[in-house]
């Protein structure tokens, strides 16, 4: 946040943005480690996120990291977390077949 600049329902607004991202990681790391206790409750993005994480869905993650050695740390931890992402295994998925309709008449 410090590097940001920003004030008032900004830095509030970031504030939310970075515990999401780090409910996410927490999420990601247990799935990775295969706990008992998934905490995917403890945000509103890990909740809606918990199908595509932990279920039948795909997940892609994007990191956005800069050249500039002044946001070498921040880069660090970007990738550090797609590390983290890139460690969730599956099971194998099961597809299911639905039968398809036309509505064409």
Avoid: W
Avoid at 16 to 31: H, P, Q, W
Avoid at 75 to 101: D, E, H
């Amino acid at each position: 946040l410090g590097m940001s600049g920003v004030t008032g329902a900004a830095l509030r607004e970031t504030s939310f943005i970075n515990r999401s991202l780090s409910a996410l990681a927490d999420v990601l790391g247990a799935i990775a480690e295969q706990r008992s206790h998934v905490p995917y409750r403890n945000s509103k993005l890990t909740h809606l996120l918990q199908d595509s994480v932990g279920g039948d869905a795909k997940l892609l993650v994007m990191l956005c990291i800069s050249p500039d050695q002044k946001y070498l740390t921040e880069s660090m931890q970007s990738l550090g977390f797609g590390t983290r992402a890139r460690q969730v295994q599956r099971g194998q998925i099961k597809k299911k077949n639905f039968p398809v309709q036309s509505k064409a008449k």
